[in-house]
C-alpha cells in the first residue's frame, strides 16, 4: 500500500553564510553535504499521516475513527498560523539521530522559540480533540511524532558525520576531544530562513486549499 511521506511544520533555509562557499567549506565536516536548496529546520513533526492516526486510534482504544482523525489533523495543520522569515547563527556542528546525521546547531530568536512552543500546544488541544487523554505522555510516546528529547532543539541536518579519523581535520589538533562531545565549534555563519510551510501539504486529506500554508 502507498503510504504518504512524512508531514511536518518547518522553515526553509534561504542561504547560509554570505556566498555559497561558505556552505560548501562544511564539507570538511559533513560527508553528502546536503544540497543547500533542500535545507531546513523542522519546527514540529506529524510523522506518515495514517501512522498517526493508528497511533490516536490505539491510544483511545478505538473510540476515535482513524479517517477523522487523519481529516481533523489535515484541517488543523491547514489552520495553523504562519512564522515569518528570521534569521539565525551557527557556531557549531552537532550530531543527531543516533550520531548518523551531521547538523547545523542554529541559535534562533526568542520569538521563534515562543512560535514552536505554542505549536506544540496546539497540538495538545488537537489531541485533545481527538480525545486522546494524558497528552504530554502521548506526545512522548507516539512513534510517528518519534520525539527523542522533550525539548526544542534548532537544528539543520546537512549531511553524514566525518569518520573518526577526518572529523575536526584542520582544527588545531581539538578533533578527536569535541568529536566525543558530539559537537565541533565553525566559524559564524549566518542562517537565513523563509516563512514556515508543510512539508507535503498538497497530500493532505480533505480541503486543498483551507488554511496557511
Do not use: C
Not at 503510504?3 to 518547518?10: G, Q
Not at 546547531?105 to 515562543?114: A, I, K, L, N, S
Not at 505549536?119 to 502521548?138: M, Q
Amino acid at each position: 500500500m502507498l503510504r504518504l511521506p512524512r508531514i511536518t511544520v518547518e522553515v526553509p533555509v534561504l542561504g547560509v553564510g554570505d556566498r555559497p562557499a561558505d556552505y560548501e567549506q562544511l564539507a570538511a565536516y559533513a560527508d553528502g553535504l546536503r544540497k543547500p536548496e533542500g535545507l531546513h529546520m523542522t519546527l514540529l513533526h506529524i510523522g506518515i499521516l495514517d501512522d498517526f492516526a493508528a497511533d490516536v486510534v490505539a491510544w483511545t482504544k478505538g473510540a476515535t475513527d482513524p479517517a477523522a482523525a487523519a481529516v481533523k489533523t489535515a484541517d488543523w495543520l491547514r489552520a495553523l498560523p504562519v512564522l515569518e522569515g528570521f534569521t539565525g547563527t551557527a557556531e557549531r556542528l552537532v550530531l543527531f539521530g543516533g550520531g548518523r546525521v551531521s547538523g547545523l546547531d542554529v541559535e534562533v530568536p526568542q520569538h521563534v522559540r515562543d512560535f514552536q512552543v505554542s505549536l506544540v500546544a496546539a497540538l495538545r488541544e488537537l489531541l485533545d480533540d481527538l480525545l486522546v487523554d494524558n497528552s504530554d505522555d502521548f506526545i512522548l510516546s507516539s512513534p510517528a511524532l518519534g520525539y527523542r528529547y522533550p525539548r526544542w532543539h534548532p537544528h539543520v541536518a546537512i549531511g553524514k558525520p566525518k569518520s573518526r579519523d577526518h572529523s575536526g581535520e584542520g582544527r588545531s589538533g581539538e578533533g578527536r576531544s569535541r568529536e566525543r562531545s558530539g559537537s565541533w565549534e565553525i566559524r559564524p555563519l549566518k542562517v537565513e530562513f523563509g516563512p514556515s510551510q508543510i512539508r507535503n501539504r498538497q497530500l493532505l486529506p480533505g480541503p486543498g486549499d483551507g488554511g496557511h500554508q
